[in-house]
């Protein structure tokens, strides 16, 4: 039997570690042979939270040591992984990186987009050809080079049998729209913050990183006045093609939007961020897809059960994890860009005009030999 392998390596805007999975695209489906996650360290998730807040004023020596440091992490966990799975270098047709975002402007005067994670150095120590920076080549094309799951979310989970969104919750929440019409046009966005306001909350009044289940959101109340203050943000109501970053919804950001009003527990606050996250998918949903049927949640915050109730409630829709469609939700995004590297490798087109702005569909990425 045939195997076309790849790995798919994600580490996301929520800074917690890198997932790393092995994927079967042979015969033009999908299967999950392994998959190995490796936390970053205390000091590495510092190093990117200082470069990621310290932008105005980055050093080119520890953005240069950085960017090395995370190549070398994403060649040990892909060595690990292979380890795992028991599969040599020659079984694997290619790497698919995403690399650590530091910064997203894709509106500013000369539109960028920084992944750092040295391709080179993953590409030399495993042995495999590794496809990287994926989203500076949507940029060149006009677009905002994100979001780029949607491609990959209507090639997996699209169906005629109901109209579907998928929501990825990371750091930063994405949506895509699949219509059961297949001759529909997949439209895709960031509708705002994910996981990223409430675990720098969480982690500056609790001793965790995030909020686990969302127990302690659910201890708090949805204060009204302050979700009202947060919403007045005009990302909300931009059009799509849109995308943001913890750039954008940063602590400053959430700093101030609390500077102007009464103090609140830190618990009511941790509930209103919940709920800022909740009504902006809801609402994103019913705005641009108001034909939906069925919600699929993929990404950390879908562990999130606080979040899930008040998705639940906002859209009185079914609502379920992609484990439910055999895939599970911490592992959609690394395979995404796993199947990104397939395309890119066969000369196919990743993105999706309608949905990042580009003036046309493009090759995404950079192949590193092996």
């Excluded at 000369?110 to 050809?129: H, V």
């Excluded at 969104?165 to 705002?192: E, M, R």
């Amino acid at each position: 039997m045939s195997k076309e392998y790849y790995i798919g390596l994600m580490s996301g805007t929520s800074i917690d570690g890198i997932d790393a999975g092995l994927y079967d695209f042979a015969n033009n489906s999908t299967q999950v042979i392994d998959f190995y996650y490796q936390p970053y360290t205390n000091e590495i998730k510092q190093k990117i939270h200082s470069l990621c807040k310290n932008y105005q004023s980055i050093s080119l020596c520890d953005y240069g040591a950085l960017d090395t440091q995370l190549g070398l992490l994403y060649a040990e966990a892909c060595l690990n992984l292979m380890r795992q799975a028991q599969v040599n270098a020659k079984d694997i047709k290619a790497i698919g990186s995403h690399g650590q975002t530091l910064y997203h402007s894709p509106n500013s005067a000369l539109p960028f987009t920084i992944q750092i994670g040295d391709a080179n150095i993953i590409s030399q120590k495993t042995g495999i050809t590794t496809i990287a920076d994926f989203r500076r080549r949507d940029i060149a094309a006009g677009g905002q080079g994100a979001p780029l799951v949607p491609a990959f979310h209507q090639a997996q989970f699209q169906t005629e049998k109901e109209n579907r969104v998928i929501v990825n919750i990371g750091g930063i929440a994405n949506l895509s729209i699949l219509a059961k019409n297949k001759a529909s046009k997949t439209i895709g966005f960031d509708t705002g913050p994910g996981n990223t306001l409430m675990d720098y909350w969480v982690s500056t009044h609790k001793s965790n990183s995030y909020d686990n289940n969302g127990d302690w959101a659910a201890t708090g109340q949805v204060q009204t006045e302050l979700l009202k203050h947060l919403k007045d943000d005009p990302y909300f109501s931009t059009l799509p093609p849109k995308s943001t970053g913890t750039e954008y919804f940063s602590t400053d950001w959430l700093t101030k939007k609390l500077a102007s009003l009464p103090n609140f527990s830190p618990e009511d606050v941790q509930r209103t961020l919940c709920q800022l996250t909740a009504e902006t998918i809801a609402e994103a949903i019913q705005k641009s897809a108001p034909e939906t049927e069925q919600v699929f949640l993929c990404g950390g915050g879908t562990h999130n059960q606080t979040l899930f109730k008040s998705l639940k409630q906002l859209l009185d829709l079914p609502i379920a994890s992609t484990n439910t469609q055999g895939e599970h939700p911490d592992q959609v995004e690394a395979m995404a860009f796993a199947w990104l590297a397939k395309q890119t490798l066969q000369g196919l087109t990743g993105n999706l005009p309608e949905t990042t702005g580009a003036k046309e569909a493009v090759i995404l990425g950079g192949i590193y030999q092996a």
